[in-house]
């Protein structure tokens, strides 16, 4: 049984992509693509509902996505700021999802260690949503594939390139090519690949998929892709050596050389926020071909989605979507 077909007796659940079917993910596009198109027939689908804002770093899109969808369809919205002292130094994990779970609907957390949100989850009765770990940032994942979508390229069959850093955003974007198929070439430094666990899963999902993800540090793999893709070369709370680590990553820039190799067809994308001059230059991030800004409104729109699939399964049923 999947995750969005689970009776109200088990909780569910998005802290990664991989906790969905392929199936799952193309139906939470419709519904984001209907949301986006008119959203109402669904105002007041989520009337006299609470959604709570966990959040240990911060955000923009996120917090203001969550925010502004949840109210859009009616339900209210709880922001605990985290970023100061860590969810569990006043009590434990499990004891504030266990209160929780009293008086609001669902928990979106965003955490500095994704071991967090499995301890939270293992005992939350409401649904507990990852807003981005150390690890993980499927609702990113989900607002990506619906911004190529609606550029008119098919999720199922996209033709990618990440290029930069294996972090938290290229992770969930390999989970969801892998899941849905398609091609994903992951451009890095050999000292910056993704975690060796989220490729295994990824290769055990693209054996039924037909998805080709592929690891190397040569730049001319973006030739004839559908999209560049780049994050900031050094993630929220990450130890270790930034400058060193940023050294290695300098030659990975997405400049006008590097579009060129890819082709005209090329789009440019980002999750935002970006360091202009670093990842990306300002020609590229701000140019005809940068999708970035797609991106971060389809946040609200496959979040909400979500929500929905999550909490009013019925209305999603009912509008056959
Ligand atoms: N892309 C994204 O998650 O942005 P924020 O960090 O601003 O939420
Ligand atoms: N990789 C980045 C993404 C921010 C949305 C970070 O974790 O800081």
Same mark, same amino acid.
């Given at each position: 049984m999947t995750m @969005?077909? +689970? $009776? $109200?007796l088990a909780t569910r659940h998005l802290l990664q992509i991989r906790d969905l079917t392929a199936s799952e993910i193309l139906r939470l596009l419709r519904t984001a693509s209907h949301m986006r198109g #008119? @959203?109402? /027939? !669904?105002?007041?689908?989520l009337?006299?509902?609470?959604?709570?804002? @966990? !959040?240990?770093?911060?955000?923009? +899109? *996120?917090r203001v996505s969550f925010e502004a969808g949840f109210q859009r369809l009616g339900g209210g919205v709880i922001f605990l700021d985290h970023t100061a002292s860590r969810i569990g130094e006043r009590e434990s994990v499990e004891d504030t999802a266990r209160n929780l779970s009293r008086w609001v609907d669902a928990?979106?957390? +965003?955490c500095v260690s994704h071991g967090l949100l499995t301890r939270f989850s293992a005992v939350s009765d409401v649904p507990v949503i990852?807003? @981005? $770990? #150390?690890?993980?940032? /499927?609702?990113?994942a989900l607002a990506d594939l619906a911004a190529l979508s609606a550029h008119g390229i098919d999720p199922s069959q996209a033709n990618l390139a990440w290029v930069g850093d294996g972090n938290n955003v290229c992770h969930s974007l390999i989970e969801a090519v892998a899941t849905l198929g398609g091609r994903l070439q992951v451009i890095t430094p050999k000292t910056c690949r993704p975690s060796d666990e989220v490729l295994q899963v990824a290769a055990a999902r693209a054996f039924r998929s037909g998805a080709?993800? *592929?690891c190397t540090d040569d730049l001319t793999a973006v030739e004839g892709v559908d999209a560049i893709y780049t994050d900031v070369w050094v993630s929220m709370g990450e130890g270790g050596d930034p400058a060193a680590k940023m050294e290695s990553l300098r030659p990975y820039q997405v400049n006008a050389a590097l579009m060129d190799c890819a082709g005209p067809q090329a789009l440019f994308m980002h999750c935002l926020p970006a360091h202009r001059g670093e990842e990306v230059t300002t020609d590229i991030l701000d140019g005809p071909r940068s999708i970035t800004l797609d991106q971060a409104e389809f946040r609200m729109h496959v979040q909400n989605a979500l929500l929905l699939s999550l909490l009013r399964p019925d209305i999603v049923h009912t509008k056959q979507i």
């Open positions: @969005l077909e +689970r $009776s $109200s #008119d @959203l109402k /027939p !669904f105002a007041g689908a009337a006299q509902r609470s959604l709570v804002l @966990l !959040f240990e770093k911060p955000s923009l +899109r *996120t928990v979106v957390i +965003r990852n807003a @981005l $770990s #150390d690890l993980h940032h /499927p609702c990113q080709t993800i *592929t």
